[in-house]
């Protein structure tokens, strides 16, 4: 949790100085990039079963403990930018420090997004697999069908404003995919400093090296509206996604081999 936290806090300056993005626009790539793909995940699962080496059960719990801290951050780095409108209710004049990083830990850790978040995980560690058994049909059968309609969506507010893309050009398609083999690199380290297997490891790399295409535009879209949805998707999804499936997971996978000696 504390390293998907921490990867905001590396990507962000790139973003704003190296791309040269707005404030708004850093904060919700960072938070994308701070959160993880869950099908990215599946894929590196896949990958390492069909090399003989399936990954343990219990790494499936990293994928739902990543996912929150990223997106937290994120949308702190856009409160602090000015990224965001302030809460009307704490006029900025009117109160002291304290108060005011109070107001901002209160809206950041209450918003819409995270409360939805955190509030998921929450009901579904206190309900257990049992209460699941019940509503399973809707929210495993229907699961991918509703991801292939969410993802519809998603790509037609990044086609309406494609051309805004081009505003970012060439940086923030090298970030794309640049950024993912050294985030990968970070967790693979980690990874090998915890003592963690082989699979272990490559599969803390791959999550290290994705972007949520999924949870992060929800929530960046609801806590961070002043963002375009163009870039952060169209480089999550358009660049770093095919990126990690084709050349990044079987690169992490040898990090982790090599790290293993």
């Not at 693979?188 to 290290?208: D, E, K, Q, R, Y």
């Not at 660049?239 to 084709?246: G, I, R, S, W």
Request: proline share 8%; glycine share 12%; aromatic share 6%.
């Amino acid at each position: 949790m504390l390293l998907s936290a921490c990867i905001p806090l590396l990507t962000y300056p790139v973003l704003r100085s190296g791309v040269r993005l707005a404030a708004p626009d850093a904060a919700s790539i960072a938070a994308h990039y701070g959160s993880v793909s869950v099908v990215t995940f599946a894929v590196a699962q896949g990958v390492l079963a069909r090399a003989g080496q399936p990954s343990e059960p219990h790494l499936a719990v990293l994928v739902a403990l990543m996912e929150a801290p990223g997106i937290v951050v994120g949308i702190l780095l856009a409160r602090l930018a000015g990224g965001a409108p302030a809460v009307a209710s704490n006029p900025a004049p009117a109160i002291g420090p304290w108060r005011r990083w109070a107001g901002l830990a209160h809206e950041v850790a209450f918003g819409k997004a995270v409360v939805l978040l955190v509030g998921g995980l929450l009901i579904g560690w206190i309900s257990g697999p049992e209460a699941l058994a019940p509503i399973e049909p809707l929210f495993s059968g229907l699961f991918k069908g509703v991801l292939a309609l969410f993802l519809l969506e998603m790509g037609l507010v990044a086609g309406a404003r494609l051309p805004e893309l081009k505003q970012a050009g060439v940086r923030l398609v090298a970030f794309g995919l640049l950024a993912p083999p050294v985030l990968g690199l970070l967790g693979a380290v980690v990874g090998h400093g915890l003592g963690m297997s082989v699979p272990a490891i490559a599969i803390l790399a791959t999550l290290c090296a994705s972007a949520s295409y999924i949870a992060a535009p929800s929530a960046m879209r609801i806590a961070v509206p002043q963002a375009n949805p163009t870039l952060s998707i169209g480089v999550s999804l358009g660049v770093t996604f095919p990126f990690n499936v084709l050349v990044g997971i079987p690169l992490y996978v040898g990090m982790a081999r090599w790290l293993a000696g």
